[in-house]
């Protein structure tokens, strides 16, 4: 896909974004039930189940998916697709791009071994290895805006409020 490609394609939903602002407010939504057998829960994930136990720091056998590692390929993701579409509207030619993420946590917090050690993760790095010829301000500037429309990085980094109950089914 090239820019003028991608601006046709968004073009209608701008207009439309800007006519009506509340056409652009969805809601995603995410699924999941608890496994009878395993200390596991199974997450509709709209392709496949997905099903996200312990991670083997905390007791699990390895099997399942750690939502851990799940929250950073879902930055990976989102930040490979927008730094992609960033590339294309730009007109910056890459040859080949890696996009990796890794977070550091501290097991004590998780399990309750020690009350201050922090439950979640410390630090998430993450970085794109960008094989390409073009100018280093074009790079900044690619690195500028994928940040800024990154909705994963942009979620994590600002820390919306998020809201928790607990009902009867």
Not at 35 to 41: E, G, Y
Request: proline residues 4%; aromatic residues 4%.
């Amino acid at each position: 896909m090239d820019a003028t490609t991608l601006r046709a394609m968004q073009a209608p939903l701008k207009d439309r974004y800007k006519s009506d602002p509340k056409s652009a407010f969805i809601t995603l939504r995410a699924q999941g039930t608890l496994d009878d057998a395993h200390i596991a829960c199974k997450v509709e994930t709209g392709r496949a189940l997905a099903v996200a136990g312990l991670h083997p720091a905390t007791g699990g056998s390895g099997l399942e998916l750690c939502s851990g590692d799940m929250l950073l390929e879902a930055l990976v993701a989102c930040a490979g697709v927008t730094l992609k579409a960033v590339a294309t509207a730009l007109d910056i030619p890459i040859k080949t791009a890696k996009v990796s993420a890794e977070g550091d946590l501290d097991f004590r917090g998780t399990l309750g071994v020690d009350r201050a050690a922090p439950v979640g993760f410390a630090q998430i790095r993450l970085r794109f290895d960008v094989e390409t010829d073009a100018a280093q301000d074009k790079l900044d500037q690619l690195l500028k805006l994928t940040e800024r429309y990154c909705v994963v990085y942009q979620t994590l980094k600002s820390g919306p409020p998020i809201e928790v109950k607990l009902q009867r089914g």
